[in-house]
C-alpha cells in the first residue's frame, strides 16, 4: 500500500501556501491543513471582522468572498462564502476578501456598509460583517440586483436583533426596483408632517460605484501556475494533498484508501475524526474532468465536483433556451438546488459530494434517482463504467454500491419527454418553508404516460427521510404500471404510502411524515392532472378552481414597510438629538468590522484557552474522573475543577440561604450540560480536544425531564403562588358556557449570535481582571470574588459591548463560565480565555421556561368573561435560580389586557433534570399570552361571535385595575392601540377578503387576528431598580460618560449620549463611551427588564445637571463664549468637572403575598396591539406571514428609529417562541436541537411581506425620562398575533372537514403541528403511530 510519502514522490508537489487577503499576499510555509479559513484570518493574519458564532454553515456570520480567475473561461467569478468550515487549505492560490478590505471609517466606507449603518440595519452588530459580505459579493457580480437577489443573498444570514427589515431596506437602495431611498413621508399620513418614515436618505450617502472596488490580483490573472500544480501540505494530525489530474487522483485514491475526498467540505468538516490516527483529505476541486460541463443531444453531463451553485446557472441557461417539454426536470432541480442550504454552501458544494455523501435525508438524490440519472465511476484499476442512480445505487446508512477505490466522475440528466412529468418536493417541520434546512422528507416524483394518453407508463416515486437511506418504492410502482390517471390511482397510491412504505421512528415525527408522503403525491397527482388535460381535453378533467392555489407554491412577494413616528416639535433645537432617529453610535464600526467583540481583543502573549467537561447525563452520580489521558497531551496544561477553586464552590443567584449552584459539580450532575471541570491548554482546538478526552464514570439515577412528569411525581420548588378575586365556583354557577381547556408552550433559547465568553486576567496583588460578555458585570465580580476568596475590590469586570444577550448573558450560566474561568486563571496565573462553541452553549445555558397552562373559564354568551380558574406550570429545570420570580410575573400577565372579574389562580416551578431555565427577553409575560389568547378563541368559536369583538368587549377600561390591583392610570391608550391597530391594518375589509379567500380555496387558507397587550415594565425587586453613572468632561471640551448599564445591542449607550447632549447642549459627537466597568461605576444593576434607559439615562440626566450647574456662573460670565471657554473656565477656576448621578425609582416596587397587594409592579404601563394575516398550506404545514400592523405607545420616544428597531425585532423573536423554535430532547435528557440546523430562530423570508409598525401619537408618560416608555420586551408579545392568525386559518380548512368550535394548537406551531391540526379526507394509517422519539421539556 502507499503512503502518503511514496503517492507524494510520484507528483510534482509544491509545499508553499499562498493566499491573497483584502489584495495582500500572505505565504506561508507552515499552515495547518486543519484550521479553517476562518481561524486563519481571525489569529494568523488577525483580521476579526469575521465572526464565528455557530462553527456550522447555518448562520453567515463568517461570510467572507471568495475570488477566482477561470483560466478557460478568462472570467474573474466572485463567490460568498462561509469561512467557519472552509479549510484554509482550500484557498490555496486564490484571493479572500473579508470586511475590513471593503471599507473603513479610517478610509473610506463601502456604500454597503454605510447605507446598511443608516438604515439601522443593525443593533449588537455582530451579523453585521456578514450581511456586509453577503451584499458585497452580489454586487461584485450583478451592479444592479433586484430586491429579489437581495433577500436571496442574505438568505444565509441569522441576525437575531433587528427583525431583518432595516437590514432589507437598507440593502434594497441598491436594487433596480428598490424604494426610492429618500427620507420621506411616502408611506405616511401625507396630512401630518411630523410623521416620518426610516428610509435611507441617499442624498447623505455616497453613490456606489462599481469601478472603485477592489482588483483581482493580477498575479492570480496572469499565472495559472497556482491552479495547475499539485499541491500538498503536511499538518500534525492532517495532511492535505490537492492533484491536479484526473490520473493523479486515481492513483492517490488506490494508494491511500482512508483518504477523503473533499470538494465544499461542509460533510467532511463535520465528521469525527479518528482519534490518533492522521487524516489524509485529497481535494478533488482542481481536476479538470470533475469540473466538466458537457452538453450534448440527450442532456447535460456535470462533473462530480460541479458546485451546485454552477450547477443551477447551467440549467438555468439550458431552461431559457430549449422548449420547455424538454427541460421539465430542470426546472424541478433548480427550483430544488434553489432550497439547499443557502448560497454559500451552494458556491462551494460539489454535486457529485452531494449523492455520494448518501446523506439519508438529502433533498436531491430522491429527484435524480427519480430522473434516471446515468453516473460514470472510475477507479485506478478498472477504468470507467456507467451505472444508472437506481433502487439498487443506495444500499444502506451512508453508503452507495461504488468500490472502495471507486470515485465519481460525472452524471449525466437526460432531457425530459413529451409524456413525461416530473416534480420534487420537501418540507421541514419546524418552519414553515422548504429552503435552506435539510428536510424532514423530500421526494422525486416521474411519471411517463402512454403516446396522447392517461394510461400510466412508468410512475417512479423516491423518497428521503423515511428511513436510513433514500428509497424507491418500487413495490408500489409495478402495481400502477398501466391504470389511469383518475382518483381512484390518487387513493390507492395514498394508501399505498402509509401502509407499505416503512417509515423509522428515527427522527420523530411518524404520522406527520407519512402525512407529507400522501400530501406530496396529492400536490403530484393534482400538478400532472393539471397538465395533462389541457393535453387531453374532454378524457382528464381539469382540476377543481379551489384546488388551483396547490399548484404553485407558497409566493413570496418583495418585502414592503412603513414606519410611522411623531417628529420633534417644531420649537426644539436642530442640536437637540432627542427624539430624532439617530444612528447607533458604533454602527459604523460594527459595519466595517472594526468595532471588537470580546473574542476579537489581541490575546495576551501567555494566554491560554479553556474548554468545558460538561455532564452526559440527566442525573447521576460522579463514581470517578479520568483526566491521565487529557492531560498528557502537549500544549495542555491543567484540569480545573472543584478543588482548585479557592473559595467558594457552592453559590446563588439570588439567594444566599440556598447556596444552589455548584460552579463545577463534585458529587452528582442533575442535568446534561452541567459543568463538570475544564482543560487548559495553548489553544482552544487543543483544549476542546483534550476535554474530550476527559472519562468521567456515572452511576445513573432516575431523571424527570418533563412538566407532566413532574406534576406526576410532585417534584416541586418551593413557594407556590396563589391569588384569588371572588368565587370562581360561583361565577361558574351563573355562567352561560364554562369550558376546560390547556395549552403548553415550549422554551426558547436566547440565540445570542455571540456565544457565552470571558477572559480573565490574573493581576499583581492577587487581582482578577475579568472581561466578560454579560448583562450583570456587578453579579459576576461578587460571584468571582466569593469563588476566589478575595474582597470585591481585587476584582473588575469589565466590558465594551455584548453580542447579542437577551437575558441568557444575566443569570447563572454566564457568571458560572465568568468563575469557573478566574478559577482556571488563578490556578495556573496566566490569562485564562473562555469561548463557547454554540454546541456547547447551547447545553450549558438555560432557557425561556417551559410552560403549561391548565384553565377553567366561564362565560356569558355574549361574550363577556366572569371567572377564570388557572393553574400554570414552568419547567424551572434542576435549580430554581429565578423560576418562582417567572411564576410571579406569569400570574400578573395571564389576564394581557383583559378584564377578567372572577379569579384564581396558582402557579407552581417544577424542579426537573434539564438546564435550569431562566430568563429571557420579556421573561415570563410571552407564554401566557398563548394561553390568554386561546382562552379568547375558545369563548369566541362556543359563543359564535368574532374573537375581535370578544377581545375588545373584554378590554381593560378607564377605572379598571389589574388582576394584582394596580390602578391603570393611562389605560385609555389601550384602547387607542386597539382602534388605530383596527384602522391601520384595514382589519373589517381585509377579513371580508380573506373570507373569500378561504370559501374559494381547500388547501390554502388565510387567517387574519389582532391581539392587544398590557405589560409592566421594570424589574421585580426594589433592590435591582437604581442605577448610577460618571460623567468626566475634559479640558478640550470632549466629554466620556460611563454608566452600569451594559450596551447588548439595544441602543443603550446612543440613547444615554443624546441625553447627554440634550442636557449638556453639545453635540453628541463630543460624547463618547468606551467600556462599562466595575471600578467606574459599582454595583450597578444587571441590564435587562427593558428599564436600562430610565435607569442609567436618568442617572446619565443628573450627573450631567449636576455638572452644568457647577458651570453656570462661567455661561452666565460668558455668555457668548463657546462650551470650550466655559469648561476652561471652569477648570481654571478649579471647579471639578467630573460628576456622579444616580438614580432610582421612586416609591415601592413589589407584591405582598400576604395580603395580595401590589405596592407597584411597574415603572409604567405599555400598551400595544398587533395585526398579523398570514396564510397557511394545509397540505404540508407550511406557512408565511402576510401582512404585520402593529401599533404601540411608547410615550414620547427618545430615538424612533432605535424603539421600532427593538419593536421588530421582538415581534419576530416572539414569533419565533410561538411558531418556529423547538427544544426537543432525547429520552436521555440530552438537548437534540442545537446548532442553527436544528434549532432554527427566524431568518430573513420568515418575515412577514408587510411589515407597518406606528408609534401611538400624543402619548407621553410622566415617569418616563423625557416623556418615554421602556421598550426592549413588550414587543415579544405581539408575536402570538400569528399564533392566533394561525389558529383562524386552520379552522378554516377543518370548517371544510365539517369540524367546527374549538381546538388546541401547541406551541410552537410548526409545521407538523398545522398539518396535522387541519384535518383531511385522506386515507389514514390503520394503527395509532406514537410520536415517543422526542421528549418536549
Ligand atoms: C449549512 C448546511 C446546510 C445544508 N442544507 C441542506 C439542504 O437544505 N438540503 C440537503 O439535501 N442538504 C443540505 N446540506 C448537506 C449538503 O448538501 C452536503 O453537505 C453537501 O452537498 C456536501 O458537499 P461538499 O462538496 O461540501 O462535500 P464534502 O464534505 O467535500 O464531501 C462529501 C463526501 O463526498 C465524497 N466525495 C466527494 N467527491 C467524490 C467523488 N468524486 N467520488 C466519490 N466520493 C466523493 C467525499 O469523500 C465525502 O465523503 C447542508 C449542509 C450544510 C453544511
Ligand atoms: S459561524 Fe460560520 S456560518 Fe455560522
Ligand atoms: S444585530 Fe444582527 S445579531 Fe445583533
Not at 365539517?1298 to 390503520?1326: E, M, Q, V, W
Request: aromatic fraction near 8%; charged fraction near 20%; charge should be negative.
Amino acid at each position: 500500500m502507499a503512503t502518503t510519502e511514496s503517492v507524494r514522490s510520484s507528483t510534482d508537489m509544491s509545499d508553499d501556501f499562498v493566499v491573497y487577503v483584502n489584495g495582500k499576499k500572505f505565504t506561508d510555509k507552515h499552515v495547518d491543513p486543519e484550521t479553517t479559513l476562518l481561524n486563519y484570518i481571525r489569529r494568523k493574519l488577525r483580521l476579526t471582522g469575521s465572526k464565528l458564532s455557530c462553527g456550522e454553515g447555518g448562520c453567515g456570520a463568517c461570510t467572507v468572498m471568495l475570488s477566482k480567475y477561470d483560466h478557460v473561461d478568462k472570467k474573474i467569478s466572485h463567490y460568498a462564502i462561509n469561512a467557519c468550515y472552509t479549510p484554509v487549505c482550500s484557498v490555496h492560490g486564490m484571493a479572500i476578501t473579508t470586511v475590513e478590505g471593503v471599507g473603513s471609517t479610517k478610509t473610506k466606507l463601502h456604500p454597503v456598509q454605510e447605507r446598511l449603518a443608516k438604515a439601522h440595519g443593525l443593533q449588537c452588530g455582530f451579523c453585521s460583517p456578514g450581511m456586509v459580505m453577503s451584499m458585497y459579493t452580489l454586487l461584485r457580480n450583478n451592479a444592479d440586483p433586484t430586491i429579489s437577489d437581495i433577500e436571496k443573498c442574505l438568505k444565509g444570514n441569522l441576525c437575531r436583533c433587528t427583525g431583518y427589515r432595516s437590514i432589507l431596506d437598507g440593502f434594497k437602495t441598491f436594487a433596480q426596483n428598490g424604494c426610492c431611498g429618500y427620507l420621506s413621508v411616502c408611506n405616511a399620513d401625507q396630512h401630518n408632517e411630523t410623521r416620518l418614515n426610516l428610509s435611507v436618505d441617499l442624498k447623505d450617502c455616497e453613490p456606489y460605484d462599481p469601478s472603485q472596488e477592489l482588483i483581482f490580483p493580477p498575479a492570480l490573472q496572469t499565472k495559472n501556475w497556482f491552479q495547475t500544480q499539485t499541491v500538498r501540505f503536511v499538518g500534525e494530525s492532517v495532511d492535505w494533498i490537492r492533484p491536479t489530474t484526473l490520473k493523479e487522483l486515481l492513483k492517490l485514491k488506490t494508494g491511500l484508501p482512508t483518504a477523503k475526498l473533499v470538494v465544499g467540505n461542509a460533510e467532511v468538516g463535520f465528521e469525527p475524526r479518528p482519534k490518533n490516527i492522521k487524516t489524509t483529505l485529497i481535494s478533488a476541486t482542481h481536476v479538470p474532468e470533475l469540473n466538466q460541463i458537457d452538453i450534448t443531444d440527450s442532456g447535460i453531463t456535470f462533473g462530480s465536483s460541479v458546485t451546485m451553485s454552477r450547477m443551477y446557472d447551467v440549467l438555468k441557461r439550458r431552461v431559457d433556451e430549449l422548449p420547455s417539454y424538454k427541460t421539465k426536470i430542470y426546472r424541478s432541480l433548480m427550483e430544488m438546488l434553489e432550497m439547499i442550504g443557502d448560497q454559500q454552501l451552494r458556491n462551494v458544494a460539489g454535486i457529485g459530494s452531494h449523492i455520494m455523501s448518501a446523506s439519508p435525508l438529502s433533498d436531491i438524490n430522491p429527484m435524480l434517482m427519480a430522473a434516471d440519472v446515468t453516473l460514470i465511476v472510475a477507479s485506478h484499476k478498472d477504468g470507467e463504467r456507467t451505472i444508472n442512480m437506481d433502487n439498487t445505487f443506495f444500499t444502506g446508512p451512508r453508503s452507495t454500491c461504488l468500490k472502495e477505490d471507486e470515485l465519481l466522475i460525472s452524471l449525466t440528466i437526460r432531457f425530459s419527454t413529451k409524456d413525461e412529468y416530473f416534480s420534487g418536493y420537501k418540507v421541514n417541520n419546524q418552519v414553515h418553508r422548504r429552503d435552506r434546512d435539510v428536510a424532514m422528507i423530500s421526494a422525486g416524483m416521474n411519471v411517463c404516460f402512454e403516446d396522447n394518453s392517461d394510461v400510466i407508463r412508468i410512475l417512479t416515486l423516491c423518497f428521503a427521510g423515511t428511513g436510513p437511506t433514500v428509497v424507491m418504492a418500487t413495490d408500489m410502482m409495478e402495481h400502477i404500471q398501466g391504470r389511469k390517471w383518475d382518483e381512484c390511482l390518487l387513493r390507492d397510491v395514498q394508501r399505498m404510502l402509509v401502509e407499505k412504505l416503512e417509515m423509522s421512528k428515527e427522527g420523530g415525527f411518524v404520522e406527520y411524515r407519512k402525512n407529507l408522503l400522501q400530501s406530496f403525491f396529492f400536490q403530484f397527482y393534482l400538478n400532472v392532472q393539471n397538465e395533462l388535460s389541457q393535453q387531453l381535453p374532454g378524457i382528464v378533467f381539469p382540476i377543481p378552481l379551489s384546488y388551483q392555489t396547490t399548484l404553485n407554491s407558497m409566493e413570496l412577494p418583495a418585502n414592503s414597510s412603513t414606519q410611522v413616528f411623531q417628529g420633534v416639535p417644531c420649537e426644539q433645537s436642530d442640536d437637540d438629538p432627542v427624539g430624532r432617529p439617530v444612528m447607533n453610535e458604533s454602527s459604523l464600526h460594527l459595519t466595517t468590522g472594526q468595532a471588537l467583540f470580546l473574542d476579537d481583543i489581541k490575546p495576551e502573549q501567555d494566554e491560554l484557552h479553556f474548554a468545558l467537561v460538561i455532564s452526559k447525563q440527566a442525573h447521576a452520580k460522579i463514581l470517578s474522573i479520568d483526566t491521565s489521558e487529557a492531560i498528557s497531551q502537549d500544549g495542555v496544561h491543567s484540569f480545573v475543577g472543584a478543588v482548585d477553586v479557592p473559595g467558594n464552590n457552592r453559590w446563588s443567584l439570588i439567594n444566599p440561604d440556598n447556596l444552589e449552584e455548584a460552579i463545577f459539580a463534585t458529587e452528582e450532575v442533575l442535568c446534561v450540560g452541567q459543568i463538570i471541570g475544564g482543560i487548559v491548554a495553548d489553544t482552544p482546538q487543543l483544549a476542546r480536544k483534550a476535554a474530550n478526552l476527559v472519562k468521567v464514570e456515572y452511576g445513573e439515577v432516575e431523571h424527570i425531564l418533563t412538566i407532566e412528569e413532574a406534576i406526576c411525581k410532585e417534584s416541586y420548588m418551593q413557594p407556590f403562588r396563589h391569588i384569588e378575586e371572588g368565587d370562581v365556583n360561583a361565577e361558574f354557577e351563573k355562567s352561560d358556557f364554562v369550558v376546560e381547556g390547556e395549552v403548553r408552550v415550549g422554551g426558547q433559547y436566547h440565540y445570542y449570535m455571540e456565544n457565552q465568553c470571558c477572559i480573565a486576567q490574573p493581576n499583581e496583588c492577587n487581582e482578577m481582571l475579568m472581561t466578560v460578555s454579560t448583562q450583570n458585570l456587578f453579579g459576576v465580580q461578587m460571584h468571582v470574588a466569593d469563588a476566589l476568596g478575595i474582597p470585591a475590590h481585587k476584582v473588575t469586570c469589565k466590558i465594551r459591548r455584548v453580542g447579542g444577550a437577551f437575558g441568557g448573558k444575566d443569570t447563572t450560566t454566564s457568571t458560572n463560565l465568568a468563575m469557573a474561568c478566574a478559577v482556571a486563571a488563578n490556578k495556573t496565573g496566566k490569562p485564562v480565555r473562555l469561548v463557547l462553541g454554540r454546541d456547547t452553549d447551547m447545553q450549558c445555558t438555560g432557557m425561556r421556561h417551559p410552560f403549561l397552562l391548565k384553565f377553567k373559564v366561564g362565560f356569558n354568551k355574549d361574550g363577556m368573561l366572569r371567572a377564570l380558574e388557572s393553574e400554570l406550570f414552568v419547567n424551572a429545570g434542576y435549580t430554581c435560580n429565578l423560576s418562582v420570580i417567572i411564576v410571579d410575573v406569569m400570574m400578573h400577565q395571564l389576564h394581557n389586557a383583559y378584564k377578567i372579574p372572577v379569579y384564581s389562580m396558582t402557579g407552581k416551578a417544577c424542579r426537573t433534570n434539564v438546564q435550569s431555565n431562566t430568563i429571557m427577553r420579556a421573561a415570563g409575560t410571552v407564554q401566557p399570552m398563548a394561553g390568554i389568547e386561546t382562552i379568547m378563541d375558545l369563548v369566541a368559536a362556543k359563543c359564535g361571535i368574532s374573537p375581535e369583538k370578544v377581545r375588545a368587549m373584554n378590554l381593560y377600561k378607564v377605572g379598571d385595575s389589574d388582576n394584582f390591583y394596580q390602578e391603570l392610570p393611562d389605560v385609555i391608550n389601550l384602547k387607542r392601540c386597539w382602534n388605530e391597530c383596527l384602522l391601520k391594518s384595514d382589519f373589517d375589509s381585509r377579513r371580508e377578503t380573506i373570507d373569500h379567500f378561504n370559501r374559494t380555496n381547500r388547501w390554502k387558507k388565510r387567517g387574519l387576528a389582532i391581539v392587544p397587550i398590557q405589560r409592566m415594565t421594570g424589574i421585580i425587586g426594589i433592590v435591582a431598580n437604581q442605577g448610577a453613572a460618571l460623567v468626566h468632561i475634559y479640558l478640550d471640551g470632549s466629554v466620556l460618560l460611563t454608566h452600569g448599564g451594559i450596551e447588548m445591542g439595544q441602543g443603550l449607550h446612543t440613547k444615554t449620549i443624546q441625553i447627554a447632549s440634550r442636557v449638556l447642549r453639545i453635540p453628541s459627537e463630543r460624547i463618547h463611551i468606551n467600556e462599562t466597568s466595575t471600578d467606574k461605576v459599582p454595583n450597578a444593576t444587571s441590564t435587562g427588564g427593558s428599564a436600562g434607559t430610565d435607569l442609567f439615562g436618568t442617572a446619565i440626566k443628573f450627573a450631567c445637571e449636576t455638572i452644568m450647574k457647577r458651570l453656570e456662573p462661567f455661561m452666565l460670565g460668558n455668555p457668548e463664549g463657546s462650551w470650550e471657554d466655559w469648561v476652561h473656565a471652569a477648570y481654571s477656576h478649579r471647579v471639578s468637572l467630573s460628576a456622579t448621578g444616580f438614580y432610582k425609582f421612586p416609591g415601592d416596587i413589589g407584591f405582598n403575598w400576604e395580603d395580595h397587594r401590589a405596592s407597584r409592579l411597574q415603572y409604567h404601563f405599555m400598551y400595544g396591539a398587533g395585526c398579523c394575516e398570514v396564510e397557511i398550506d394545509c397540505l404540508t404545514g407550511e406557512h408565511q406571514m402576510r401582512r404585520v400592523d402593529i401599533v404601540m405607545d411608547i410615550g414620547r420616544s427618545l430615538n424612533p428609529a432605535l424603539d421600532i428597531g427593538q419593536i421588530e425585532g421582538g415581534f419576530i423573536q416572539g414569533y419565533g417562541l410561538f411558531i418556529m423554535e423547538e427544544l426537543r430532547y432525547s429520552q436521555k435528557g440530552e438537548l437534540l436541537t442545537r446548532g442553527p440546523g436544528m434549532y432554527r430562530i427566524p431568518w430573513i423570508s420568515d418575515i412577514p411581506r408587510q411589515f407597518n409598525v406606528h408609534l401611538l401619537e400624543g402619548s407621553t408618560c410622566p415617569g418616563g425620562i423625557y416623556s418615554a416608555k421602556a421598550i426592549g420586551e413588550p414587543p415579544c408579545l405581539l408575536g402570538v398575533s400569528a399564533l392566533v392568525a394561525i389558529r383562524d386559518a386552520i379552522s378554516s380548512a377543518r370548517s371544510d372537514v365539517g369540524l367546527h368550535g374549538n381546538f388546541y394548537l401547541n406551541c410552537p406551531a410548526t409545521a407538523a403541528r398545522i398539518r396535522l391540526a387541519c384535518s383531511d379526507d385522506f386515507p389514514k394509517t390503520s394503527k395509532e403511530v406514537a410520536d415517543d422519539y422526542f421528549v418536549r421539556a
